[in-house]
T-cell receptor, first 114, second 108 residues
Framework: DTGVSQDPRHKITKRGQNVTFRCDPISEHNRLYWYRQTLGQGPEFLTYFQNEAQLEKSRLLSDRFSAERPKGSFSTLEIQRTEQGDSAMYLCASSLGTPYNEQFFGPGTRLTVL | GQNIDQPTEMTATEGAIVQINCTYQTSGFNGLFWYQQHAGEAPTFLSY????GLEEKGRFSSFLSRSKGYSYLLLKELQMKDSASYLC?????????FGAGTTVTVRA
């Protein structure tokens, strides 16, 4: 257990439905990241928050994806109008930024879109 | 762009040594991480290198050559529990770019 928690751990949904995932980072960590991982691949960067500010959003993140970190603590990732290609593991990570920005990963939310 | 290459699979015997190579070409570099990931679980931190040379941490060691864009992870005295995927990741400012991972299978 790294101290980063994610909810739910698994989500099965039908194509076209909206889903929302939650991430609770390690409490003193000001940096929060979302990654997506598909089978046989490494995680791919989606977006990054420093405190409540979203500082970067990958081109992988279409307009159907939105992430928030309203009070600089927990974060949510919403996918609207899900597609089968969205099926993946969604990983959240957090870090302090120093001394070398080690990122601690949560257990992930596995999304299956039918 | 980012290009990070590592072998797809490796197999070794319990008690042996395995070396996982990683080569990278990235637009920026602030260090290289190795993570271990068991099936269905989160990646967990193994090592970090930012300067050239070898970092040793118990049974695991990691080496970096920045001029060659090359790193390796050395796993000694392999145990069955070391069967996992090993991910090489390059840090560029705050963002990690990962290789596809090397699946290591340890056989008795």
């Amino acid at each position: 257990d790294t101290g980063v928690s994610q909810d739910p751990r698994h989500k099965i949904t039908k194509r076209g439905q909206n889903v929302t995932f939650r991430c609770d980072p390690i409490s003193e960590h000001n940096r929060l990241y979302w990654y997506r991982q598909t089978l046989g691949q490494g995680p791919e960067f989606l977006t990054y928050f420093q405190n409540e500010a979203q500082l970067e959003k990958s081109r992988l993140l279409s307009d159907r994806f939105s992430a928030e970190r309203p009070k600089g603590s927990f974060s949510t990732l919403e996918i609207q109008r899900t597609e089968q290609g969205d099926s993946a593991m969604y990983l959240c990570a957090s870090s302090l930024g120093t001394p070398y920005n080690e990122q601690f990963f949560g257990p992930g939310t596995r999304l299956t879109v039918l | 762009g980012q290009n990070i290459d590592q072998p797809t699979e490796m197999t070794a015997t319990e008690g042996a040594i395995v070396q996982i190579n990683c080569t990278y070409q990235t637009s920026g570099f602030n260090g290289l991480f190795w993570y271990q990931q068991h099936a269905g679980e989160a990646p967990t931190f193994l090592s970090y290198n930012v300067l050239d040379g070898l970092e040793e941490k118990g049974r695991f060691s990691s080496f970096l050559s920045r001029s060659k864009g090359y790193s390796y992870l050395l796993l000694k005295e392999l145990q069955m529990k070391d069967s996992a995927s090993y991910l090489c990741a390059v840090l560029n400012d705050y963002k990690l770019s990962f290789g596809a991972g090397t699946t290591v299978t340890v056989r008795a």
